[in-house]
């Protein structure tokens, strides 16, 4: 950001420079010597890309700085998501270990209590669920950008899905 700034600043010196030197000055002093040839054109020509040049930064870069201040943001909302992808390979890993411990259990009790130990599996997952989407719900509320917004909006509806057929599984 500082070096459009700075970009601004060296041109406007610079058409302050060219626009001091004898062949840039003003109609005054064409008028006391008599002359305005191509050396005078060409001066002033530089004096107005110099000038124009200032200007075109110096209106760019109030715009680079919000474009910096987003992309701030953004680089906080990527440390949110890769915050929020932990977690929830977190619950993927607590998922699988759990579904190992069930297994173990299957083969050493047999077949007789497995729906019931699926039953808390259900319900241990659905409150993990839960849990996550209340997460979910608060950083949503709380995101300055809409792209982490529609990103929770996403995530939200998956744990609303997972929870139905985690819902469904009980009920088998």
């Known amino acids: 950001m500082n070096h459009i700034k700075q970009k601004a600043d060296d041109a406007y010196c610079q058409y302050i420079d060219q626009m001091r030197k ?3 000055l003003g109609h005054v002093a064409k008028m006391a010597v008599g002359k305005f040839g191509e050396v ?18 110096a209106e760019v870069a109030p715009e680079f700085a919000a474009l910096w201040a987003e992309n701030d943001r953004l680089k906080a ?9 932990s977690e929830l390979d977190s619950l ?9 411990t069930n297994k ?5 009790n047999g077949r007789g209590g ?11 997952m659905e409150t993990a669920l839960r849990i996550a989407r209340f997460d979910v719900e608060y ?9 982490s917004r529609r990103n929770a909006a996403r995530t939200i509806e998956k744990i ?9 599984l009980t009920k088998a």
């Not at 060409?42 to 040049?53: F, I, M, P, V």
């Not at 950083?139 to 792209?147: I, P, V, Y």
């Not at 609303?160 to 469904?168: K, M, P």
């Open 139 to 147: 950083k949503r509320d709380h995101s300055q950008t809409a792209f």
């Open 160 to 168: 609303d899905a997972a929870l139905v057929r985690v819902g469904e």
């Open 104 to 108: 173990e259990w299957l083969k050493q």
């Open 40 to 57: 005078e054109l060409a001066a002033h020509t530089t004096g107005s890309r110099l000038y124009g040049q200032h200007q075109a930064f």
């Open 114 to 124: 497995w729906i019931d130990n699926l039953r808390v599996a259900c319900d241990e």
């Open 77 to 85: 909302d990527a440390s949110w998501a890769a915050t929020h992808r």
């Open 22 to 24: 004898p062949e840039a």
């Open 92 to 100: 993927r890993k607590a998922f699988a270990e759990a579904e190992a």
